[in-house]
């Protein structure tokens, strides 16, 4: 019984070292780890140490995939009272198309700056400042790349949005460290630069295929 036993977990352990990774946008995510497991520490799985939970990871790649393109165009509304008035209604693409490489990295960068603030939420004054650069990468690629020749990715703030913080910080022991982090800003202002090319932590001529 007992050697049937080890024949059955070295045929099911040989299965997963040989199951086919998943891959998006020619990126290899890495396994979805097991919740017990990845929830049970402050910082969670990261199989490929690149400074981003796998779970988050996972998440980033799927949810910035694809979307349907939308653009605002001006049209005229006639009222009940037969005054005509200027409007804008969303006009949508009929398929979608690929995120930009850029858009994900802005969230893995997002993405590492809250792996980092969550460790030392007492020292918020210095590592406040990778939520900056995250930041002003984002905002860069939001507002200002116009203005250098170069093209706006993105139309939001990934750091801020409700469902990336939800991931991001999924646990109360998470949480509790997001929020003393956050307490620990209190009271103080903190210059920032906006719009930074810069700040970008990864390589953004390649990207751009400069």
Same mark, same amino acid.
């Given at each position: ?68 393109? &939308? @653009? @605002? ?9 037969? @005054? ?7 006009? &949508? ?26 460790? #030392? ?15 002003? &990468? ?23 949005? @409700? ?34 090319? #810069?700040? &970008? ?10």
């Amino acid at each position: 019984m007992r050697n049937t036993l080890l024949i059955i977990l070295i045929f099911i352990t040989s299965l997963s070292a040989t199951e086919t990774p998943e891959v998006i946008n020619g990126h290899v995510l890495p396994p979805e780890p097991d919740p017990a497991i990845n929830n049970s520490t402050l910082l969670g799985v990261d199989t490929n140490n690149n400074g981003v939970r796998d779970d988050v990871e996972r998440w980033i790649y799927k949810t910035y995939d694809t979307y349907i393109p &939308c @653009k @605002k165009e001006k049209v005229q509304l006639t009222l009940p009272n037969g @005054k005509v008035v200027n409007a804008y209604e969303d006009v &949508c693409e009929d398929k979608p198309v690929e995120y930009h490489q850029i858009v994900r990295e802005i969230a893995m960068q997002g993405a590492r700056a809250a792996q980092i603030i969550i460790q #030392n939420p007492e020292k918020a004054r210095e590592t406040v400042e990778y939520v900056h650069a995250a930041m002003n &990468c984002n905002f860069y690629f939001k507002y200002a790349a116009e203005r250098h020749n170069e093209p706006l990715l993105i139309d939001h703030v990934v750091f801020t949005r @409700k469902d990336f913080k939800s991931i991001q910080f999924n646990t109360v022991l998470r949480s509790r460290a997001f929020a003393k982090y956050n307490s620990s800003l209190s009271g103080r202002v903190f210059g920032n630069s906006n719009n930074e090319r #810069n700040d &970008c932590d990864f390589d953004v001529d390649a990207l751009l295929g400069k």
